[in-house]
C-alpha cells in the first residue's frame, strides 16, 4: 500500500519521467502473459487421448492401470495416452522418451508422479521454468514457464522399451507438436532415443541444415539450423540417477545451458 502510494506520488509530479517504466513493465508483462497463459496441449486433447493405434501399448497401459501397484492401489489411473504439456508459446523445449507405467500412466500429466519427474520439475523449478518444484498430480497447480514438455511416444511401454513400429506409429503428433512450437530456440533430449528423434524429426520437416545425426553426448550442444538448438542429456531414470551416471551437477549444467541460450536471445 505504501509503495503503491509513494509510485502514485512520484507519478503525480512527474508523469513524463515514468513513462520508459511504463512502457516497459506493459511489454515484459504482455510477453510473460504470451507465453505462460493456461497451459494448452498440442494436438488436440481428443485426438491424443484417444488414440489406439499400438496394440501391445494400449494393452499394457489398461493392463497397468487395471492391475496397479500397492502403493498407488487408492489411484483411479489415467490409463491412456498422456498428452503433453506445457504453452505452445515456449521457447524451451524437453523431449522425454515415454510415460513411466505407475507415473504418468496413472496421473495423466507427462514426468509426473515418479522419480525421474523428482528430478525433472526439481530441476526446472530451479531454473526458472517452474512455479514449483513438485509435480505430484494433474491438479497440484504446477506451471511450466516459457516451457513445454513432451516426448517421443504417448503411451507407457513396457520396460520402458518401445518397438520401432511403435515410435513410428506416435511420430506424426511429434511433427505436428514441432510444427506448433513456433518460438522454440532450445530443445532439451532426455536420453539417446529422443535426441535421435529430434533429429530425424527435423530431418522429415526439413527443418535442419545438418547432414548427418549428431552424436549423442551428455551436455553437448548442437544448432538445428539457425535458430535452434539441441542439448543432450541424459534421462534422469531411476538407472542413471541411482548409479552416478547422472548427478544433479550434471543435469544442472544442461539446464543452466539453456537458461544462458536463452537469456542471450
Ligand atoms: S504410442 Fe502414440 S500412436 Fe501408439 S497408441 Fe499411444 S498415442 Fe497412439
Known amino acids: 500500500m505504501h509503495a503503491l502510494f509513494s509510485f502514485e506520488y512520484k507519478a503525480y509530479l512527474s508523469p513524463f519521467k515514468y513513462f520508459p517504466y511504463f512502457l516497459a513493465e506493459t511489454i515484459m508483462t504482455s510477453l510473460h502473459t504470451l507465453r505462460n497463459s493456461a497451459p494448452k496441449a498440442y494436438p488436440p486433447l481428443e485426438e491424443i487421448t484417444t488414440c489406439r493405434l499400438c496394440p501391445r501399448l494400449v494393452?499394457?497401459?489398461e493392463t497397468v492401470a487395471n492391475e496397479k501397484?500397492?502403493?498407488?492401489k487408492e489411484w483411479e489411473y489415467w490409463g491412456k495416452p498422456v498428452?503433453?504439456?506445457g504453452n505452445t508459446n515456449a521457447r524451451l523445449l524437453i523431449v522425454g522418451l515415454a510415460p513411466a507405467a505407475h507415473g504418468a500412466n496413472r496421473t495423466g500429466r507427462m514426468?509426473?508422479?515418479d522419480r525421474s519427474g523428482e528430478w525433472l520439475y526439481r530441476t526446472l523449478h530451479k531454473f526458472g521454468f517452474a512455479n514449483q518444484p513438485e509435480s505430484i498430480s494433474r491438479d497440484d497447480g504446477l506451471q511450466l514457464i516459457d516451457c513445454y514438455i513432451t516426448a517421443t511416444l504417448h503411451c507407457a511401454p513396457p520396460?520402458?522399451?518401445?518397438?520401432p513400429e511403435e515410435t513410428r506409429n506416435c511420430r506424426p503428433f511429434f511433427l505436428q507438436e514441432?510444427?506448433?512450437?513456433k518460438n522454440v530456440l532450445v530443445i532439451i533430449a532426455l536420453g539417446k532415443i529422443a535426441h535421435d528423434a529430434v533429429y530425424d524429426s527435423f530431418i522429415s520437416l526439413k527443418k535442419t541444415t545438418l547432414t548427418k545425426r549428431p552424436p549423442f553426448k551428455h551436455n553437448g550442444n548442437v544448432l538445428l539450423n539457425e535458430r535452434i538448438t539441441l542439448l543432450a542429456s541424459y534421462h534422469p531414470?531411476?538407472?542413471n540417477t541411482f548409479t552416478g551416471k547422472l548427478t544433479q551437477k550434471m543435469f544442472d549444467a544442461v539446464?543452466?545451458?539453456a537458461k544462458t541460450l536463452l537469456s542471450a536471445r
Open 69 to 72: 501397484v500397492a502403493r498407488f
Open 255 to 257: 539446464f543452466q545451458r
Open 178 to 181: 514441432l510444427e506448433a512450437l
Open 83 to 85: 498428452p503433453s504439456f
Open 237 to 239: 531414470s531411476q538407472q
Open 159 to 163: 520396460q520402458n522399451k518401445p518397438l
Open 59 to 61: 494393452e499394457w497401459r
Open 111 to 113: 514426468f509426473t508422479g
